[in-house]
């Protein structure tokens, strides 16, 4: 199960892409934060495995809940006899000390840094709230998180207005030490025909750093490649691998309402997306609602070739995209096909090479990733 914990609406940055929207100073009081605790506890059994995210806003503004929220978890985890207990923080770093990453690590808080890429993308879109440059504050405290924990995720918003910069933006932050980056489309940008055309020539870009930094002996991890990749040797996702859009995860905010994502909060005023208040439980007519239909493919999807390893069962990415949790919009769909071409082709490459890094990461060091593995005629036709 994932519980999410929104700590606070404040952040220090003014990223106008920012889908949480409106920035103000309510924090998670420590009877809500308690409440959610306790309801989502009660929902486990012994053996069970359970992840708490930290967010905001900016979470680290709200450090002393953290710290506190995340040390009652870990009392009651532990006296649940859970299998697995970690927590989870999405921080644009600003604010990431040393002490604060030391902290972080010793009490199994795995952190992702939001990060833009170069600082002409970055500037653009990731600005203090004062409109001055955060790049240089955030590279210091991506540096911090790499020294403790070389596996820290990297998070590149790609924008319409920094799409000619991706490719450049994915090989300076892996040029950082970075291994594992998510390169996200910004679905609610304004996408004209020129800047789609950019994105697929950058996507095609990016699938040539993948290559050359395998070749190059390091292995990394870009998650829209390597989700397709994995998910063709899989014979197709699992259904561990799908969106548990409001049953495996919930999100509460300040106010105790609860969503089926924490994306989907936002300024905690849209009554579309709350499926519940921590005092009442989840509203499970409105929930099911949601994800009956969210779950059923429509015709369209149907006919892709691409559709059992697509994220179309994603609901706050078909939200962002549609406006609806159960339909993928366009751009969604296109991202997902360029992707699935992608990782289509650089696997062929590495592959038919024969590159070490590449067979002992999808092949030799997962049984479940090769459980089923392609043949060499299906690489062969895959990719361009």
Known sequence: MELTLVLTHACNLGCPYCYMGRKFGRRMPEQI?????AWTFKRLRPGDELQIGYFGGEPLMAWDLLQKYHLRAMKMAQAKGLHRFKGTVTTNATLLTEEKMD?????????????????????ATRPFVNGRSSHKETLRGLRVALARAPLTEVICVVDSSTVAHMAESARFILDQGVRVLSLSMNYAAAWDETSLRVYEAQLERVGDEFERRFRSGEDVYIAGIDA????????????????SFGVGEVAVAPSGNLYPCERLVGEDNDPAWVIGHIDRGVDTEK??????????????????????????????????????????????CLSEQLNARVADRVAKHLFWEGNPVFLRKYYYENELHAAQPPTLMELSAAGD
């Not at 934060?33 to 605790?37: C, G, I, P, Q, T």
């Not at 902290?103 to 500037?123: E, M, N, P, Q, T």
């Not at 397709?228 to 969106?243: A, F, M, S």
């Open 33 to 37: 934060a308690e409440k959610a605790l």
């Open 103 to 123: 902290w972080l690590a010793a009490h199994d808080v795995v952190v992702a840094v939001s990060l833009d890429g170069i600082r002409a993308a970055h500037d």
């Open 228 to 243: 397709k990749i994995i998910g063709r040797l899989k014979g197709g996702l699992k259904e561990c691998d799908r969106c």
């Open 287 to 332: 929930l099911s609602g949601i994800n009956r239909r969210r779950v059923a493919l429509d015709p369209v999807c149907q006919a892709c070739a691409i559709k059992d390893r697509c994220m179309n069962t994603c609901g706050c990415s078909n939200a962002f995209s549609s406006g609806d949790a159960a339909v993928p919009g366009a751009l969604l």
